[in-house]
């Protein structure tokens, strides 16, 4: 293997563990994210207690209702009961059974709305829970999948890591902190290869000379123009 090759591979090797490394911290992120999840539980949540606040409507209007036809019936035994004989009494309650009359079906309206609403309101809240078995059945799918994945990148790192390892073994020290200085100044590519005579990092035609040179493989040859190890295929 000569020296460029071998830092070639070293860099393929540093892209693949820094690509690795940008996806472990995209995971951290995506499973701290339950974002989606929350707001679904909070509208279920929402859906219940507007439930909850027309079953209790829908209670209050019976209640009413009811209470109503007792009066009703009450005002009606007084008035047939024979023990009202005063004339001008017998009106009074007449009249008085006839508006309570009239309210009693203002009263069964407003019972057959609050059984409509409540009724659509347990058709929502049924939706919303529909919605969040949904979600939360997507939710664990995904943090299972992020889970695995980051136990893969982690194992295929170690190995990434060994081969490095073993890579960078026998490649003399200065040549190391030349190509770690390259990556880190040039956008994570110390080493460019040459093609069609030109280096493929900055397009620059190399002259006869440097082509010559990059060519040899126990020496490192630099780019003229962007400083980066050539490398020859
Ligand atoms: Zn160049």
Known sequence: MSQPFKLFRLQQIDNQLDQMHARLREIAVLLQDDASLKSTKDETQKAEHQLTDMRKALRRAEDELQTLRI??????????????R????????????????????????????????????????????????????????????????????????VNSEEEKRVTANGIPIEDLNLYNQLR??????????????????????????????????????????????????
């Not at 009066?71 to 009202?84: A, D, M, N, R, W």
């Not at 630099?222 to 490398?231: Q, V």
């Open 71 to 84: 009066k009703i019936e009450q005002t009606e035994s007084t008035l047939y009961g024979g023990k009202v």
């Open 184 to 233: 880190s100044t040039r956008r994570g590519i110390a080493v460019a290869k040459v093609s069609n005579k030109a280096c493929s990092a900055c397009g620059t035609t190399l002259n006869a000379a440097l082509l010559d040179a990059a060519r040899s493989p126990n020496q490192l040859t630099r780019c003229d123009n962007c400083g980066r190890i050539l490398y020859v295929v």
């Open 86 to 157: 005063n004339p001008k009494e017998l009106q009074d309650l007449q009249n008085e059974a006839i508006a309570l009359k009239k309210y009693r079906s203002i009263l069964e309206d407003r019972l057959l709305e609050a059984m409509l609403s409540e009724e659509e309101a347990a058709a929502e809240y049924n939706q919303a829970l529909t919605r969040l078995e949904i979600e939360q059945a997507r939710y664990n799918g995904f943090q299972i999948a992020l889970h695995d994945e980051q136990a893969k990148i982690n194992k295929d790192m």
